[in-house]
């Protein structure tokens, strides 16, 4: 599987972060690989990247959150879509924390994580946020 590939599954169960108490993610890991949106020949090694690279971002996500409200004019975590919010939250910690994933790297698949599931203006935001952590 590709890295985007594998990117883009770490987007969806960080997704899942805004709708379910912490207590209820384990379980929200456990749905996801046995869902149609995980792949069924998928290795073991690519389900444990997934998995411990999602327990990283939710670890780091207040402070990511207050990096992104003290570094977005006008913005805040709570006024931005959740779409949105958890592509940048995503693209900050591979930004900060992961030095295995260059910088311009982590913005562009940012931004076509934005294309596809966010607005029209997603990719845009998206870009412009992240250029702050660059």
Request: glycine content about 4%; aromatic content about 12%.
């Amino acid at each position: 599987m590709t890295r985007s590939r594998l990117r883009e599954a770490i987007y969806k169960l960080l997704f899942r972060v805004e709708f379910y108490p912490p207590e209820q993610l384990d379980e929200q890991i456990t749905l996801f690989f046995e869902s149609d949106e995980w792949p069924a020949n998928a290795k073991d090694s690519e389900q444990s990247y997934v998995r411990d690279k999602f327990r990283s971002i939710v670890e780091k996500i207040p402070e990511i959150d207050g990096a992104v409200d003290q570094n977005s004019k006008n913005w805040t975590t709570a006024r931005m879509s959740r779409s949105d919010l958890t592509i940048i939250r995503l693209g900050i910690y591979e930004i900060r924390y992961d030095d295995d994933i260059p910088t311009s790297v982590a913005i562009n698949e940012a931004v076509e994580l934005a294309k596809k599931y966010g607005q029209d203006s997603s990719g845009g935001f998206v870009n412009g946020v992240l250029a702050k952590f660059a």
